[in-house]
T-cell receptor, first 113, second 117 residues
């Protein structure tokens, strides 16, 4: 079955460490997205990519980095520059034609210890 | 900039009753779509219903229907015959189409729905 896979489900980061969250899709979707969700809040866009080897900053890109070397993969690195990284991270993918919504992964819960 | 506003942080409904969740949005675009997503305690985001701005007819999916008022920029979700499994956070979202491509979704802050037995 086609879908979008995020790993790991839970991730713990020490102060000053960089960590990378994985997102893989086999839906042949052109676009991929990373959102951050804080408790009781909506989703805020971190980065997105419409095509391979190209990506754009979202509303809260500071302290994060991404790459899009393959259509199927869009990993997110949370760097030590991100001062408050504890959150739930959602990856999504989509076609870019009219009418499409997103398919979401199951998320990664990142905690700073 | 496009914004999506959900003014009800929390709502509750008795099982088998009907509830309406509100959403307003602000945009200057003419080619766009609106969505309602559900996020249950598992935190998996699930698409509930979508509405194309060009269509006047309100979308319906089983017990879920929308009231789309384009001039008022309002997009409410009605859940009929509420079930315990409907308990979740509900997000309204907006996506516009420009220069041959759909842009990223903009989400509201969500409404937490509780279903009372």
């Amino acid at each position: 079955d086609g879908g979008i896979t995020q790993s790991p489900k839970y991730l713990f980061r020490k102060e000053g460490q960089n960590v990378t969250l994985s997102c893989e899709q086999n839906l042949n979707h052109d676009a991929m997205y990373w959102y951050r969700q804080d408790p009781g809040q909506g989703l805020r866009l971190i980065y997105y990519s419409q095509i391979v080897n190209d990506f754009q900053k979202g509303d809260i890109a500071e302290g994060y980095s991404v790459s899009r070397e393959k259509k199927e993969s869009f990993p997110l690195t949370v760097t030590s520059a991100q001062k408050n990284p504890t959150a739930f991270y959602l990856c999504a993918s989509s076609m870019t034609g009219r009418g499409y919504g997103y398919t979401f992964g199951s998320g990664t819960r990142l905690t700073v210890v | 900039a496009q914004t999506v506003t959900q003014s009800q942080p929390e709502m509750s409904v008795q099982e088998a009753e009907t509830v309406t969740l509100s959403c307003t949005y602000d945009t200057s675009e003419s080619d766009y779509y609106l969505f309602w997503y559900k996020q249950p305690p598992s935190r998996q985001m699930i698409l509930v219903i979508r509405q194309e701005a060009y269509k006047q007819q309100n979308a319906t999916e089983n017990r879920f229907s929308v009231n789309f008022q384009k001039a008022a920029k309002s997009f409410s979700l009605k859940i009929s015959d509420s079930q315990l499994g409907d308990a979740a956070m509900y997000f309204c979202a907006y996506r516009f189409f420009s220069s041959g491509s759909a842009r990223q979704l903009t989400f509201g802050s969500g409404t937490q729905l509780t279903v009372l037995p």
